[in-house]
């Protein structure tokens, strides 16, 4: 097993640029999740979803949109890319309801807009 | 609100026990968890403790909770060079049938040879 990948692990983008960034799970997780890392801050949740064709928004969800067309891939889009959205970003996934399941999170996606 | 924060440097030598130290703001928490992250890598789940529980010690680690004071602890024993990464401290409840996580700050842990 992959475990969740990432695509792309760096990228830069001028002001006003969009890209998708694709998550994908091979371990038949329900739950999805988009973060975003910044010094000092921790992990801020973007956008997540609690299944197949859901998403819903987190904590910090403005100049982002999502997508679950498939249950193991969860997509994060910028559609004008900011310098604030400078920052790294971690995709998970979690198997059930239960709260000790465990989050797998992958390596990251570093993203830097100038 | 929900807040959870954790000092955010750690400096100890090799062989030396650590302790990391969280503090959380909502008395629902159901579980609290420990994760790793080691450079340029995502975050992997150390340890969990359910929220009645006081203590769970898992080989290295130990967990202590203090629920009263909203104050968990994770003590490392025999550190190890290896253990230099950034911890983060999680609580997580439920939340309009969701398990809503909130991460500390992240703990910077540097392990000095």
């Known amino acids: 097993n992959a475990g969740v990948t990432q695509t792309p692990k760096f990228r830069v983008l001028k002001t006003g640029q969009s890209m998708t960034l694709l998550c994908a799970q091979d371990?038949?997780?329900?739950?999805m999740y988009w973060y975003r890392q910044d010094p000092g801050m921790g992990l801020r949740l973007i956008h997540y979803?609690?299944?197949?064709?859901?998403?819903a928004k987190g904590e910090v969800p403005d100049g982002y949109n999502v997508s679950r067309l498939k249950k193991q891939n969860f997509l994060l889009g910028l559609e004008s890319a900011a310098p604030s959205q400078t920052s790294v970003y971690f995709c998970?996934?979690?198997?059930?309801?239960?709260?000790?399941?465990?989050?797998?999170f992958g390596p990251g996606t570093r993203l830097t807009v100038l | 609100g929900e807040d959870v924060e954790q000092s955010l440097f750690l400096s100890v030598r090799e062989g030396d026990s650590s302790v990391i130290n969280c503090t959380y703001t909502?008395?629902?928490?159901?579980?609290l968890y420990w994760y790793k992250q080691e450079p340029g890598a995502g975050l992997q789940l150390l340890t969990y403790?359910?929220?009645?529980?006081d203590m769970k010690q898992d080989q290295r680690l130990t967990v202590l909770l203090n629920k009263k004071d909203k104050h968990l602890s994770l003590r490392i024993a025999d550190t190890q060079t290896g253990d230099s990464a950034i911890y983060f401290c999680?609580?997580?409840?439920?939340?309009?049938?969701?398990?809503?996580?909130?991460f500390g700050t992240g703990t910077k842990l540097q392990v000095i040879p």
């Open positions: 998970a996934s979690r198997g059930g309801t239960s709260g000790y399941n465990e989050q797998f």
């Open positions: 371990m038949n997780h329900e739950y």
């Open positions: 979803s609690v299944g197949e064709g859901t998403t």
């Open positions: 909502d008395s629902s928490s159901t579980y």
């Open positions: 403790i359910f929220s009645n529980m």
């Open positions: 999680a609580e997580s409840k439920p939340s309009g049938g969701y398990q809503k996580v909130t």
